[in-house]
């Protein structure tokens, strides 16, 4: 592997809902530079919630997240290495708030400092990149399901994150699209964390597949 340390590790983490129903039990999980991973599960069995707990945007009930060799403990622990995460969530409209969608590509590197010129010039680049240009001055809350799923993934790529967390990114686009994102993220060759139920997208894009049951991670031959 290139680095001993993972970018990723979840050190007999645990988290247990209200109603008590457990999403992870002891769970251990690491993600090394140059891999990619896929995770599928039935409906309901935390796969969502994983990633959640990823980006610190849900707290562990036990156990430790380690970012970059880092201990995430508290909300500034994960706030130093969340704009060097990508994640694109199950629902885009969890993510899309801008009135237009080249506002909505703008937004994070605006927020890491760029010039509102430089944003738009990475913005228009991430837009062509993903075959989506004559998106850019569309309202964001009339796209159709799938447009709003390429601008949510658009948003993200547009701060060029190190790593990929991608929550079914494929639901709701059509073939063409799906294709099309297939090869964008093959480009991309970033270590990724992909939730799917496609074992043919698996196929094309992950070195190693777990399937999430009652809490635990085993991985799939």
Not at 162 to 182: A, C, G, M, Q, S
């Amino acid at each position: 592997m290139p680095s001993s340390t993972p970018l990723i590790a979840l050190k007999g983490v645990s988290f247990q809902h209200a109603d008590e129903s457990v999403t992870a039990n002891k769970l251990d999980f690491e993600l090394y530079s140059g891999q990619s991973v896929a995770i599928s599960g039935i409906n309901g069995s935390g796969k969502s919630t994983l990633l959640s707990l990823i980006m610190g945007l849900r707290s562990v009930s036990s156990g430790e997240v380690h970012l970059f060799g880092h201990s995430c403990r508290t909300e500034a622990d994960f706030s130093r290495f969340r704009t060097r995460i990508g994640m694109v969530f199950q629902d885009p409209d969890d993510q899309l708030f801008c009135p237009t969608v080249i506002e909505d590509v703008c937004f994070g590197p605006l927020n890491q400092g760029l010039t509102r010129t430089d944003a738009i010039v990475r913005a228009r680049k991430i837009l062509k990149q993903l075959n989506v240009s004559h998106l850019e001055n569309k309202i964001t809350y009339q796209l159709s399901g799938g447009q709003k799923r390429v601008v949510a993934l658009a948003s993200v790529l547009a701060m060029k994150p190190e790593i990929l967390l991608l929550d079914e990114p494929t639901n709701d686009l059509d073939p063409e699209n799906t294709r099309r994102l297939i090869d964008i993220l093959k480009e991309l060759s970033l270590p990724m964390i992909l939730i799917c139920h496609d074992a043919n997208i698996c196929a094309q894009l992950v070195d190693k597949e777990y399937q999430l049951t009652l809490g635990t991670m085993v991985a799939l031959p």
